[in-house]
Each structure stands twice: as C-alpha cells, then as structure tokens.
C-alpha cells in the first residue's frame, strides 16, 4: 500500500544531496515538526521543479517570508519513502500557497503502459509552500546543481575529480 503525506502548512520544503560529486543522491525533503518524509529524485528532476516554481513566482507579488537558512538543510532520517516519479505544480489563490505535488515513479512493461498494480498502490507527497519558502527551494536547488562537477570545455561532459577522458580530444 503506498503511503499519503499532506502538508497543509511545512517548516521546510528543501532539496539536499548525500555523496559527493558525481555520485551524489538528490533528495526533496518536506517537514512539519517532527513528521517529515523525504524523497529522492534526479538532479535534473530538482532543476526542473526549481524552474517552474519561478515561473509560477513570477506572477506572484515578491515574498514577505524567507525561512532560515538552517531550515534548509536536509533534516534527518534521509532515507527516502519512495523515488521520485511525476511533479504536478499549482496555485492555490485564496490561501496564497504554491502547492508541489510529488508522485512515485510508476514502472513501465515492455509496451510502455504503467503497471495497473503498482499505479493502484503508488506513493504520493502533497505539500503548500509559502512564496518566501517556494524562493528559498529555488535557490537551494539552484545551489546544489551548480555546485556539481564542473562541464568540460571542449565536449561538454562532467569532468570527474578524478580525471576525465574527453572523446573530442581522442
């Protein structure tokens, strides 16, 4: 049975990672005193959501609120409830709330169509952020995508810490 979580109001919504550079996890993290949950995801995933929630901010009146910046920090347990699957966005006017929506990924079969079995039992987080908070994730995110290892000059791949083997320059 796949578990619900409803935030109607969080202290933090916020993205972190464990590992270092290129291998590190990315994790969504939604808390609200001592009930949390935490997700993971792919750092492409995290970019993306950031992406959106601008837009949706950019129609919006500035933010009054900003969280602490140690509210943004990943809280533990880090362990993920499920692996992040598809990201619905809204806009909740009368309440002013940005509501991120966080569904399990849902395996395919071999013709492309959902397991019945694993949709029927899937995983969802619902959470309404304030704007200041929506603005908060978005720099996180932003953050920690950039703090990632660095694109090389000539083909555009990761270089690793450890070297890297450039097929432009074979």
């Known amino acids: 049975m796949g578990i619900s979580f409803d935030f109607d109001d969080v202290d933090a919504f916020t993205v972190g990672t464990v590992g270092r550079p290129g291998q590190r996890t990315f994790l969504l993290q939604a808390r609200h005193g001592r009930e949390r949950v935490t997700v993971k995801c792919e750092k492409q995933q995290a970019a993306a959501i950031a992406e959106h929630l601008r837009t949706v901010l950019n129609d919006l009146p500035p933010p009054e609120d900003r969280p602490m910046p140690a509210a943004m ?38 013709d492309g169509e959902p397991e019945l079995e694993a949709l029927e039992d899937r995983s969802r987080v619902r959470v309404f952020l304030t704007r200041g908070q929506v603005l908060a994730f978005c720099e996180q995110a932003d953050s920690l995508v950039a703090a990632g290892r660095p694109p090389c000059m000539w083909c555009s791949l990761p270089i690793d810490p450890d070297g890297h083997i450039c097929p432009r320059m074979n």
């Open 73 to 110: 920090e990943l809280s533990p347990p880090v362990e993920p409830a499920f692996v992040l699957g598809a990201i619905g966005l809204g806009y909740e006017r009368s309440t002013d709330r940005v509501l991120v929506q966080l569904d399990e990924f849902i395996p395919v079969d071999d």
